[in-house]
C-alpha cells in the first residue's frame, strides 16, 4: 500500500491522521506544505478535482483520494480500506 498524506503543522486533524497512521503502523509519505500552501491547496484541488475548498489533511492511498481525517476513520470503521 502507498498511502500519502498532506499536511500543515498548525492542523489538529493532521495531526489525528498522522497519530492514526503511527498507532496502525502504517507506512506513509508526508508532504509539509506550510512553505507555499495557497499553491498547494490550488495544486491538490487540480489534481484530485476537489470542488470548493482544499482542505488538509488530504489522504491519498494507492493513488486515490480518501479525503481528510473523518473521511479516513469513516473508510476504515465501514471496512473500505483495510491496513
Avoid: S, W
Amino acid at each position: 500500500m502507498n498511502a500519502e498524506i498532506y499536511t500543515v503543522d498548525y492542523c489538529p486533524y493532521c495531526k489525528k491522521a498522522l497519530a492514526f497512521f503511527d498507532e496502525h503502523n502504517i507506512q506513509y509519505t508526508r508532504h509539509r506544505i506550510d512553505d507555499n500552501e495557497a499553491q498547494m491547496r490550488k495544486k491538490l484541488g487540480e489534481m484530485y478535482d476537489i470542488k470548493g475548498d482544499v482542505t488538509v489533511p488530504q489522504i491519498i492511498i494507492d493513488g486515490k483520494r480518501i479525503g481528510g481525517y473523518t473521511d479516513l476513520i469513516a473508510a476504515y470503521g465501514n471496512g473500505d480500506i483495510k491496513f
